[in-house]
């Protein structure tokens, strides 16, 4: 029994230190072995989404944006039980030598497990050489896997400051929540397919580095905007879909644009379906009907933007939408967010302006 008991301790460690390093100090890999914080993260998220559908107005929103961050920490207070417990498991195969009485019960090699991870005195000390260097081997895997935290969040919370530091900035082209009809409508008005080219250019590396750190960091993809008519995945979709359209219909410079860009989005829009473990499945409406096709080509013919005939763009625009929706509608329902529209949308805003009204509002009310 106690080297039964041994060996299933030693294997709890070793589990949860794999999952650990996995997760991270080798977070660069796309498909990951060990799943132990993403299932329990997945036994969590997914009631909590269901809860927050059923709660009134924003409160829903509020509610995940407060869920993700705390998994976090849920995981890691699970990875820092299982290294605790295994332990006690080990103290209480080589004979419970961590009191001064008799053999003691596993409920003190427990309580001093605890104690040992912590790198805290829990007024026990171990009685055999296999005892001390057991506790030894845990208060140096305490300081490692604290140390190594108190490093990551750092990394991560600065990840998420650029990637919303972009999405900001897509406000005033694309709106709240954005529009690939918005973008293209303000660019044509501002300098045409050239405009639309640069912007495109532009968003090229903040979708390869969205990729790079969300694949790393999965655990970001869960973190709200600070906005409610804001997220990464509806700014990411969006750019594809204006990179999409310029593929569709724009001359040959801004068409190379929107293909450099449009590639490295769907690479991110794939990788990142799998790496959330979603099956890509399209949209249950049309996110492009005829009649909408319609309105943005006229309101671009409008604004003098030089495009192909319509028919031609909307079956090239159904063929590029055919690669990359599926995946983008897998991830919107995972993480309960809505896809953008390709037109601006009523309740659409720029969330700039709305600040400007409100400071207007108080400083007219100052006597």
């Known amino acids: 029994m106690h080297v039964l008991v041994g060996a299933l301790g030693a294997a709890l460690i070793l589990l949860n230190l794999a999952e650990f390093f996995v997760v991270l100090v080798l977070p660069r890999r796309v498909k990951r072995g060990v799943r132990l914080a993403r299932r329990v993260f997945a036994m969590t998220w997914i009631p909590g989404r269901a809860l927050a559908r059923r709660l009134p107005g924003s409160a829903g929103d509020s509610f995940l944006g407060i869920l993700g961050p705390l998994g976090l920490f849920g995981i890691v207070i699970l990875w820092a039980l299982g290294v605790v417990v295994g332990f006690a498991a080990l103290q209480w195969a080589g004979g419970s030598h961590v009191v001064s009485h008799g053999s003691g019960s596993f409920l003190d090699d427990l309580y001093f497990s605890g104690g040992a991870f912590l790198s805290a005195s829990s007024g026990v000390a171990p009685h055999t050489a296999f005892s001390k260097v ?5 208060a140096a895997t305490g300081l490692m896997i604290l ?6 969040l750092p990394a991560l919370y600065d990840s998420f400051s650029r990637r919303e530091v972009v999405v900001s900035q897509l406000d005033p082209r694309a709106g709240s929540p954005p529009s690939a009809g918005a973008i293209l409508m303000r660019s044509a008005d501002r300098g045409g397919w050239e405009e639309i080219a640069t912007y495109l250019g532009e968003w090229d590396n903040w979708a390869a580095e969205l990729m790079e750190t969300h694949l790393s960091y999965p655990i970001l993809g869960y973190y709200r905007s600070q906005h409610l008519n804001q997220s990464w995945l509806a700014a990411l979709t969006t750019v594809v879909d204006t990179s999409a359209f310029a593929m569709a219909t724009a001359p040959a410079p801004a068409a190379h644009a929107g293909e450099l860009t ?7 829009l794939a990788d990142l379906a799998y790496t959330f473990r979603v099956t890509p499945h399209s949209p249950a409406d049309d996110r492009l009907p005829d ?8 309101e671009l013919a409008e604004r003098d933007l030089e495009l192909t005939d319509e028919e031609s763009a909307r079956m090239r625009l159904t063929e590029l939408r055919r690669t990359y929706e599926p995946y983008a509608n897998a991830l919107a329902e995972h993480l309960a967010v809505n896809l953008p529209s390709w037109m601006p949308a009523g309740d659409a805003q720029r969330n700039w302006e709305a600040a400007l009204w409100q400071s207007r509002r108080a400083v007219r009310s100052l006597p």
Request: proline share 0%; hydrophobic share 60%; aromatic share 12%.
């Open 291 to 298: 009649a909408v096709l319609h309105e943005l080509c006229s």
């Open 134 to 138: 057991v506790m030894l081997g845990e």
């Open 147 to 152: 140390f190594i935290v108190i490093g990551y």
């Open 262 to 268: 449009f590639a490295i989005g769907r690479h991110a």
